[in-house]
């Protein structure tokens, strides 16, 4: 009984955590987006959950990066409101590399918010015919911030506070597969044992794995929908995704197409194995072999280990943890339903 009190508490406090601590001081945007080598740029900066006026202008630091050791830093600069300041740059004529254009990221560091950046945030297009100035990219490298330590979620560009789906999408994924393989466990003792209670099991496991696989696959269109715009855009995790539950869906048809529970049993506790053996290449070896939208390095939409701090998994694990035992709570609900059901039509 005590795991289940646990799970049901480790649920409540990744719903409570996970939607009521708040994400660290980030940039949104800047204006303009685009300059010209030799410019002289007049750049807005517009932060999310700042608080640019607790710190002087003059402890304040932005910078325009290309990398660790070439960037300008902003002079002039002027704090608007909380969320908005503003910084003067001057473009090297030459760019850092020969190319026609190059991004350069926006650092900014404040003495109370810490370090924020926005990465490709400015493009700066070649002029040949600028004028040579005296700026120059390595004067002024990013150095000496402030590192700012306390219990927030990291602010990230594009998802910005649909984060904490991180703690509910995720982990929902966790159970599944820990009760679809727990479920093909018993169907693989059924068929050793011929005990039907062990085929309960099975089908009681599959059906609360099929159910987080369903809340996974819609806490993720809502998630889609947010940050790409459609709640369903072709990704290929999506696809696979929705193929592998129309497999356990299928599961379920076959248990009920036969007159002759034994039998019914039988077969789809071997069609079970195979189901499981699906999952494997479906989810995890397939999508990789494709471009997708999902977080990861480009053709591998796993989820990895950059994309989460120490701080969200503080609250990610034990959503999984809890997530998982009530999934298995839930199975054995079932289990029992399905043992009175047994009886009253008179099998074991």
Known sequence: ??????????????LAVGMFVP?????????PETAQSGDSLRLKIHGYNTYYTRGRAEEIRVWLQFDSAQAIMGKSLQVLNDTTLEASFIIPADLPRPRPSVMLNAILDHPTDGVSLLPSAVEVVRDTAAETTTASWG?????NLHIVKDFSFPYRNVIYESIRNTFYHVPMWFALMFLFA???????????SKKLDYDRR????AEAGLLFGIMGLVTGMLWANYTWGAPWSNDIKQLMTAVLLLIYLAYFI??????EPEKGAKLSAVYNIFAFASL????????RMFASLHPGSEGNPAFGSQDLDNTMRLVFYPAILGFTGIGF??????????RVEDRMIGLD
């Open 139 to 143: 004067q002024n490298p990013v150095q």
């Open 280 to 287: 494997i290449p479906l989810l995890y070896i397939v999508p």
């Open 23 to 31: 994400l660290k001081p980030g940039i949104a945007y800047v204006s």
């Open 1 to 14: 009984m005590w795991w289940k009190t646990l799970s049901v508490l480790l649920v409540l406090y990744a």
């Open 329 to 338: 709570w839930l199975a054995e609900l079932r289990t029992r339903a399905k």
């Open 202 to 205: 099975a089908s009681a496991l």
């Open 182 to 192: 727990a479920s093909v466990v018993y169907s693989v003792m059924f068929l050793l």
């Open 254 to 259: 076959l248990r009920r197409s036969f007159d």
